[in-house]
């Protein structure tokens, strides 16, 4: 029978126990503690050993799990200093849920099914407003790893080079097992054996048999990158590499947040070049200590606020639907368009310093400062898209004569059809086209083709 406590002998402190595992009889781990039962007659805890006495009772070993605070943890980041409550109605009133979860979905689709469960019995009891606790919610795929694998005779520490192997994947007639080994001793699939014996213990004796190369091959796949496959790739080294920013860029440009992408180190580079010609921009490499030498007061040309604006527009769209990899992309082609207009105008340069900042941070930092700004460029103003900037002054048109594409033209955008039949016979192609042959009709569609028909 259930027996509850005085509200005045709350709270109760848990007593110290010797291991956090369950019992061996399948208890939870305040099983393992000895002083945990309540004398009623006395109000004190006490040892198990006196619960057969009249007034003293066993107290609960189930206590509330961890996962409970873990499930309700983002109500009380609404009103954490609260002494009185979870959260206060006002507090709730304000904050209400949370209005994005993003997390792994093997993680997040266990804590989704707690969080909404205490999220509801919380709304039941009157201490939150809505019935759930996450407005939208995002799974990131995972970073995937190369694993590398070395071919051992089943049941024996015999190894044999993958190419050894027959079809079916045996040695001599004896099934092998593939057995992960460390990535950083295997040099694409060819295995270090000497690094492989160090490796662990058991392996210092084994048996290798490497082929006529005297090569050990591994075999490879692409599995989730886990330290228990042990393909695992630091960052930290990569970031004593390349920077952190590189490590930033690659790893957005890699695919959809969502989706699972393998990693591949290869990649790397090329996310270092990119900030290399966006830093080139700015800098000239033979300049030192002359910060943003080649950035000026000049006027920016149409070209260079077409650019500009077509990126801020992009970027501004892609970060709101959570889309990094086409934004980094949309970058790579501004500064490649940017670089071949030569241009070096504060006006362009500084917002594109301002637009790159959520994604290479310290880059954008420095960059920022040599500029001359002061305070953080992550509290500077986010650039604003014009439409203006866009608007094609020139159309290209293709010409068609005797039904065949034979030559393009640019006209102004706003042109009208004389004005564009006159500036098109006046053509040398148009005359070397046409000839002496009669001019049936002229059709002009407006920014999409001109098509003359003849006759003769």
């Given at each position: 029978?259930?027996?509850?406590?005085?509200?005045?002998?709350l709270?109760l402190?848990?007593?110290?126990v010797?291991?956090?595992?369950?019992t061996?009889?399948?208890?939870?781990?305040l099983g393992?503690?000895?002083?945990?039962a309540w004398?009623?007659k006395?109000?004190?805890?006490v040892?198990?050993?006196?619960?057969?006495?009249?007034t003293?009772?066993?107290?609960e070993?189930?206590?509330?799990p961890?996962?409970?605070g873990?499930?309700?943890?983002?109500t009380?980041?609404?009103?954490?200093?609260?002494?009185?409550?979870l959260v206060?109605?006002?507090?709730?009133?304000?904050?209400?849920?949370?209005?994005l979860?993003?997390?792994?979905s093997?993680?997040?689709?266990g804590?989704l099914?707690?969080?909404r469960?205490w999220?509801k019995?919380?709304?039941d009891?009157n201490?939150?407003?809505?019935e759930?606790?996450?407005?939208?919610?995002?799974?990131q795929?995972?970073?995937?790893?190369s694993?590398?694998?070395a071919?051992?005779?089943?049941?024996?520490?015999?190894f044999v080079s993958a190419?050894?192997?027959?079809?079916n994947?045996?040695?001599?007639?004896?099934?092998?097992d593939?057995?992960?080994v460390?990535v950083?001793?295997?040099?694409?699939?060819?295995?270090?054996?000497e690094?492989?014996r160090k490796?662990?213990?058991?392996f210092?004796?084994a048996?290798?048999?490497?082929?006529?190369?005297?090569?050990f091959?591994?075999?490879?796949?692409?599995?989730?990158m886990?330290?228990?496959?042990y393909n695992?790739v630091?960052?930290?080294?990569?970031c004593e590499?390349?920077?952190?920013?590189?490590?930033?860029i690659?790893?957005?440009?890699l695919g959809?947040?969502?989706?699972?992408?393998?990693?591949?180190t290869?990649?790397?580079?090329?996310?270092?070049?990119?900030l290399?010609?966006?830093?080139?921009?700015?800098?000239?490499?033979?300049a030192?200590?002359?910060?943003?030498?080649?950035?000026?007061?000049?006027?920016?040309?149409?070209?260079?606020?077409?650019?500009?604006?077509?990126?801020?527009?992009?970027?501004?769209?892609?970060?709101e639907?959570?889309s990094?990899?086409?934004?980094?992309s949309?970058?790579?082609?501004?500064?490649?368009?940017?670089?071949?207009?030569?241009?070096?105008?504060?006006?362009?340069?500084?917002?594109?310093?301002?637009?790159?900042?959520?994604?290479?941070?310290?880059?954008?930092?420095?960059?920022?400062h040599?500029?001359?700004n002061?305070?953080?460029?992550c509290?500077?103003?986010?650039?604003?898209?014009d439409?203006?900037y866009?608007?094609?002054s020139?159309?290209k048109?293709?010409v068609?004569i005797?039904?065949k594409?034979?030559?393009?033209?640019?006209?102004p955008a706003d042109?009208?059809?004389?004005?564009?039949?006159?500036?098109?016979l006046?053509?040398?192609?148009a005359?070397?086209?046409?000839g002496?042959?009669?001019?049936v009709?002229f059709?002009?569609?407006?920014?999409?083709?001109?098509?003359?028909?003849?006759?003769?």
């Amino acid at each position: 029978m259930p027996y509850t406590l005085p509200e005045e002998c709350l709270p109760l402190q848990l007593p110290e126990v010797s291991d956090f595992k369950p019992t061996s009889t399948g208890e939870p781990p305040l099983g393992h503690a000895t002083k945990w039962a309540w004398d009623e007659k006395n109000r004190q805890v006490v040892d198990k050993a006196l619960i057969d006495q009249k007034t003293v009772f066993p107290l609960e070993l189930c206590t509330m799990p961890g996962f409970a605070g873990s499930s309700a943890y983002y109500t009380r980041y609404t009103d954490p200093h609260n002494d009185q409550a979870l959260v206060s109605k006002e507090a709730n009133d304000y904050w209400d849920n949370v209005d994005l979860y993003l997390g792994g979905s093997e993680h997040a689709t266990g804590h989704l099914i707690y969080s909404r469960f205490w999220n509801k019995f919380l709304k039941d009891i009157n201490v939150v407003k809505s019935e759930e606790p996450f407005k939208k919610l995002i799974n990131q795929g995972m970073i995937q790893g190369s694993s590398r694998f070395a071919a051992r005779v089943s049941g024996t520490n015999k190894f044999v080079s993958a190419d050894l192997l027959d079809a079916n994947g045996c040695y001599e007639g004896a099934s092998t097992d593939p057995i992960h080994v460390d990535v950083n001793f295997v040099n694409n699939l060819d295995m270090d054996v000497e690094a492989f014996r160090k490796w662990r213990p058991e392996f210092a004796d084994a048996e290798v048999v490497c082929n006529k190369e005297g090569k050990f091959l591994t075999t490879a796949a692409v599995e989730k990158m886990s330290k228990s496959k042990y393909n695992v790739v630091n960052p930290d080294d990569i970031c004593e590499k390349y920077g952190a920013d590189t490590l930033r860029i690659y790893e957005m440009f890699l695919g959809p947040i969502e989706q699972s992408k393998p990693w591949d180190t290869a990649g790397i580079d090329g996310s270092f070049r990119f900030l290399k010609k966006f830093w080139a921009l700015f800098n000239d490499a033979n300049a030192e200590g002359n910060p943003c030498c080649k950035v000026n007061d000049a006027e920016p040309s149409a070209d260079n606020l077409k650019s500009l604006h077509k990126l801020i527009k992009k970027v501004t769209g892609d970060i709101e639907q959570f889309s990094y990899n086409t934004a980094i992309s949309a970058f790579m082609v501004a500064v490649n368009e940017l670089s071949q207009q030569k241009c070096s105008s504060r006006a362009i340069l500084s917002q594109l310093v301002v637009l790159i900042a959520p994604f290479a941070p310290h880059i954008a930092e420095e960059l920022w400062h040599q500029l001359g700004n002061s305070g953080s460029v992550c509290d500077a103003e986010w650039p604003k898209f014009d439409e203006k900037y866009l608007v094609e002054s020139t159309v290209k048109y293709p010409v068609q004569i005797g039904g065949k594409m034979r030559f393009t033209i640019d006209l102004p955008a706003d042109a009208d059809a004389d004005a564009v039949k006159a500036a098109v016979l006046a053509t040398d192609d148009a005359k070397h086209w046409i000839g002496d042959k009669e001019i049936v009709k002229f059709i002009f569609v407006p920014k999409k083709i001109l098509n003359i028909v003849v006759k003769g």
